[in-house]
């Protein structure tokens, strides 16, 4: 039996690292005041058909539940979040900083960068509509991937406001109704053959290309690299009038990150979501919201480019792995004595492992070499001795048994 298309095992060296990326997600996000937050997995189909758009619709994992429900394992937590924060609303002071972490379903065709499940971390700000919450945000994501050792040279953010888009719309007289499939349009520019943009772009085809050639102006974005400048922080980013992305709540400015040398599938993507409370609530909420995403897939491809950036995680997560002391049992008969102190060594803090039978002695220091354990205590012959190892210099010692706790103390690494 193998694990279905677009899904992942994570055997202990897969889930090290996920681990690894996990905990620098929550380390900034932290860094920077958010709070976590969660929530379910499955939820009514209805909250993402109401405005999540088209594409992500067509790839939910559905089904009728025992109670005749329609649901769909979650795609993504914005409208959860939109849901959750219209209904608690008034329990919260604004503005809401919170993050998350989580797995989400996709039934995508399989390729790189792009799988049936994965994680992601969601950075959400509500109740803020200035800029600074824009700046604030962006430069979160920077400071995201930044933890992980990538730099200017690695990745760039590429930013855009939709509303220079709807601008245009209106200057051209294109009815509101329209407007989604237009932004849908901009959002596969580059991804689609030209003559089929073309066509669906019907007579704003010359304009339209020619802004995405100049790249249009947008003063809300130059004042947003600005502040990014400030915090010297605006390398990171390039205006780029061409992304809109692809869901359909996004009301201004909006975002996706890609590495540098453009090999890969977005790492990262988010926005301004004014309206979405008010639409989910059905006006009783109205609050204006930011966010964004970023998914483990590529992140992960993009980590194991950039040597310098895998050096630093693998030696993390070695370092990570490591336990602190290996007991080894030279005799069995001073088994239950030993197993007294471990229970006393984990008690007092100490990753400690042990084989848990008759075991060779060599075969048990390779094993505390393999753990990486800084020492190994053996109970042998020497008892009410025991012989300490440290495993770094290979030095050895007897110590009383009953300084053991205190000789562990002194020699933590
Ligand atoms: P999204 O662009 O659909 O945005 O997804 C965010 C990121 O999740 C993508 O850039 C990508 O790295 C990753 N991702 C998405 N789908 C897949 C997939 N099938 N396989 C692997 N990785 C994937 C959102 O989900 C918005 N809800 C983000 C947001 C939060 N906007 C405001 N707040």
């Not at 055997?11 to 681990?19: F, G, I, K, L, V």
């Not at 909250?47 to 999540?52: G, H, I, M, P, T």
């Not at 600074?132 to 730099?151: N, S």
């Amino acid at each position: 039996m193998q694990s279905l298309p677009g899904f992942r095992d994570f055997p202990p060296e897969e889930c090290a690292r996920r681990n690894y990326i996990f905990a620098r997600w929550r380390e900034v996000a932290r860094h920077y005041g958010f709070v976590e937050w969660e929530g379910p997995l499955l939820e009514a189909t209805e909250l993402y058909k109401k405005k999540s758009g088209a594409e992500i619709v067509d790839q939910l994992f559905t089904f009728t539940d025992k109670g005749e429900r329609e649901v769909a394992l979650r795609p993504e937590l914005t409208p959860t979040l939109a849901r959750v924060v219209a209904a608690h609303e008034r329990e919260f002071k604004k503005p809401l900083k919170w993050f998350s972490i989580g797995q989400f379903f996709r039934y995508e065709k399989q390729q790189r960068g792009r799988l049936r499940e994965h994680f992601q971390l969601n950075c959400d700000i509500t109740g803020e509509a200035g800029l600074a919450a824009d700046i604030e945000l962006v430069a979160l994501c920077i400071d995201v991937l930044r933890a992980f050792g990538f730099g200017e040279k690695d990745f760039v953010i590429r930013i855009s406001d939709r509303e220079f888009w709807t601008d245009f719309l209106r200057e051209k007289d294109v009815p509101v109704d329209r407007w989604d499939e237009f932004l849908q349009v901009i959002d596969k520019f580059g991804r689609e053959p030209r003559e089929k943009t073309a066509e669906k772009l019907g007579k704003l085809v010359d304009p339209v290309f020619a802004t995405l050639k100049s790249g249009g102006k947008s003063e809300k974005l130059g004042k947003l690299v600005d502040g990014l400048r400030g915090r010297g922080l605006a390398d990171f980013v390039s205006i780029d009038i061409g992304i809109v992305r692809g869901l359909a709540y996004y009301t201004g400015i909006v975002f996706e990150v890609f590495d540098r040398a453009g090999k890969f599938r977005a790492i990262a993507g988010g926005g301004r979501y004014d309206n979405l409370i008010g639409q989910l609530s059905d006006g009783t909420v109205s609050l204006p919201a930011l966010g964004f995403a970023m998914g483990d897939v590529v992140l992960g491809e993009l980590i194991q480019e950039i040597s310098r950036v895998c050096q630093i995680m693998e030696k993390a997560i070695a370092q990570d792995r490591k336990i602190d002391i290996y007991v080894v049992i030279a005799k069995e008969e001073r088994r239950a004595d030993a197993l007294k102190q471990i229970q006393q060594l984990r008690d007092g803090g100490y990753r400690v492992d042990y084989p848990l039978t008759p075991t060779k002695v060599a075969r048990q220091f390779q094993a505390a070499e393999e753990a990486g354990a800084s020492l190994a205590v053996l109970h042998g012959d020497e008892w009410p001795q025991l012989k300490i190892k440290n495993m770094a210099t290979g030095e050895q010692e007897l110590i009383p048994q009953e300084n053991l706790k205190d000789y562990v103390a002194a020699h933590r690494s």
